[in-house]
């Protein structure tokens, strides 16, 4: 599975922008898949997470109200959708997905096998 991110950029604060990641290989279908994002000298820290069945979304504290995940599935694609954005938003954000997980870990780095290479997102106040 290899995963394309797209569609950082830089945006002032209120503003909004879509991110995409797309899958080559093979389809989401199974599989967890998630945002996260790292900013400088900070750990990568989970944003967003859609479970591979396809179930509840989940969200980190800090963006829940303002981002929301989704896939298109005839797309192999997942999108991360930011609204209301803030300077402490700036970040690399990553896709990442790996075959079903236990919900406990859905929000950890580690449980994912497969990254994308990231996309930088611009905040700027």
């Known amino acids: 599975v290899q995963l394309q991110a797209s569609g950082g950029g830089l945006v002032q604060a209120g503003g909004s922008l879509r991110l995409s990641c797309m899958s080559s290989?093979?389809?989401?279908?199974?599989?967890?898949t998630a945002w996260f994002r790292q900013a400088p000298g900070k750990e990568r820290e989970f944003v967003a997470g859609?479970?591979?069945?396809?179930?509840?979304?989940y969200y980190g504290d800090s963006v829940k109200g303002r981002f929301t995940i989704s896939r298109d599935s005839g797309k192999n694609t997942v999108y991360l959708q930011m609204n209301s954005l803030k300077p402490e938003d700036t970040a690399v954000y990553y896709c990442?997905?790996?075959?079903?997980?236990?919900?406990?870990?859905?929000?950890?780095?580690?449980?994912?096998?497969?990254w994308g290479q990231g996309t930088l997102v611009t905040v700027s106040s």
């Open positions: 290989g093979r389809t989401f279908s199974g599989y967890t």
């Open positions: 990442a997905a790996t075959p079903r997980i236990v919900l406990s870990a859905l929000r950890l780095p580690s449980s994912y096998a497969y």
């Open positions: 859609s479970r591979w069945d396809g179930g509840n979304l």
